[in-house]
């Protein structure tokens, strides 16, 4: 259990177009989701913290209009980069906990998507 | 938020080396996780320990809560033991915030 995945796996842009990626818990229930940034040879940066049926969270200095995200469901996340530019290419990978007390799966243990490597040329 | 910090920064070893890895943590957390990143970036979750000391095969963690520090052991290191390891620690209602990481390199 506690599978995170992600789609696509990579993709290709022109500058100035919008890319959705999508995140989904596929075997549990996650009322809330994480999208982190990772760029080469760094570590992991918190972007924002996704809330299902509210708006998102966003950590200082990302901006919320570039970075739309919908957690239309308790499966499923999306973040949307805006008119995007070469300085957005970068790794994005999403996480979710279970959130519920008393499940299988632990309740704070965070699992991770595979990730999304965007490219913007 | 907290701050987490990650020692060594690299590490090379010859197969069959044992390595310890340290995780400091600003304040403390009730979640801690171990990772290890894949050549492909997918993050491996390797333990979820928030206190005492866990062991899967040839590695082991131990957090010592009250110290504020988590320590990742490998053993009998092998060439696909390779990659970078994360370390993230998480307070109540927050997300996982990560460590630099370690960049572990085996030679056979």
């Known amino acids: 259990g506690a599978v995170v995945s992600q789609h696509p796996s990579w993709v290709i842009c022109k500058s100035g177009t919008s890319v959705k990626i999508e995140c989904r818990s596929l075997?549990?229930?996650?009322?809330?989701m994480f999208w982190y940034r990772q760029f080469p040879k760094q570590s992991l940066m918190l972007m924002a913290t996704?809330?299902?049926?509210?708006?998102?969270?966003?950590e200082q200095g990302v901006e919320k209009d570039k970075f739309l995200i919908n957690h239309a469901s308790l499966t499923l996340s999306t973040l949307t980069v805006t008119s995007a530019h070469p300085e957005d290419s970068s790794f994005y990978i999403c996480?979710?906990?279970?959130?519920?007390?008393?499940?299988?799966?632990?309740?704070?243990?965070?699992?991770f998507g595979p990730g999304t490597r965007l490219t913007v040329l | 938020g907290i701050q987490v910090e990650q020692s060594p920064p690299d590490l090379i070893l010859q197969e069959g080396a044992n390595s310890t890895l340290r995780c400091n943590f600003s304040?403390?957390?009730?979640?801690l996780q171990w990772f290890h990143q894949n050549p492909w970036g997918q993050l491996i979750n390797l333990f979820y320990?928030?206190?005492g000391t866990k062991q899967n095969g040839r590695l082991s963690a131990t957090t010592v809560a009250t110290e504020r520090y988590s320590l990742l052991y490998i053993s009998s290191s092998q060439t696909t033991d390779s990659g970078v390891y994360f370390c993230?620690?998480?307070?109540?209602?927050?997300?996982?915030?990560f460590g630099k990481g370690t960049t572990l390199s085996v030679s056979s």
């Open positions: 996480s979710a906990s279970p959130g519920l007390a008393g499940a299988v799966l632990s309740y704070n243990e965070q699992f």
């Open positions: 075997d549990f229930q996650a009322t809330t």
């Open positions: 996704s809330n299902e049926g509210s708006k998102a969270t966003y």
């Open positions: 304040d403390s957390v009730n979640n």
């Open positions: 320990i928030p206190s």
């Open positions: 993230a620690g998480r307070q109540a209602g927050t997300a996982l915030i």
